[in-house]
């Protein structure tokens, strides 16, 4: 399975992105696995942002991005999406995406090529 980030870039804080990964590979069933998203900042651990289930019913997030992200998905485009509204500087990192086989606990299986989001003060 290959998982493509895509949509980071500068923005200033209060701005928002909205960032997609693209899963694709033969035998990947996109609709049967949960779907997340990791960040990691410079000199940090890669930690934990949202995770959706297969059917998009339940959604989960750290407590930093709660009401500020939303993760969404759309299974006929193999897509899952991370709305970041209201961003912050410590939310500068690079994003990553990653699939489940269960959304809670959330275990990454594999992990896609990021993709950098700046926050300028």
């Known amino acids: 399975v290959q998982l493509q980030a895509s949509g980071g870039g500068l923005v200033q804080a209060g701005g928002s992105l909205r960032l997609s990964c693209a899963a694709s590979?033969?035998?990947?069933?996109?609709?049967?696995?949960?779907m997340g998203w990791f960040r990691q900042a410079p000199g940090m651990e890669r930690e934990f942002v949202a995770a959706?289930?297969?059917?998009?019913?339940?959604?989960y997030y750290a407590d930093s991005v709660k009401a500020r992200f939303t993760i969404s998905r759309d299974n006929a485009k193999k897509t899952v999406y991370l709305q970041m509204n209201n961003l912050k500087p410590e939310d500068t990192a690079v994003y990553y995406c990653?699939?489940?086989?269960?959304?809670?606990?959330?275990?990454?299986?594999?992990w896609g090529k990021g993709t950098l989001v700046t926050v300028s003060s």
């Open positions: 990653a699939y489940s086989s269960r959304v809670q606990p959330f275990v990454p299986r594999d």
């Open positions: 590979g033969r035998t990947f069933t996109f609709s049967t696995y949960a």
């Open positions: 959706i289930s297969w059917g998009g019913s339940d959604t």
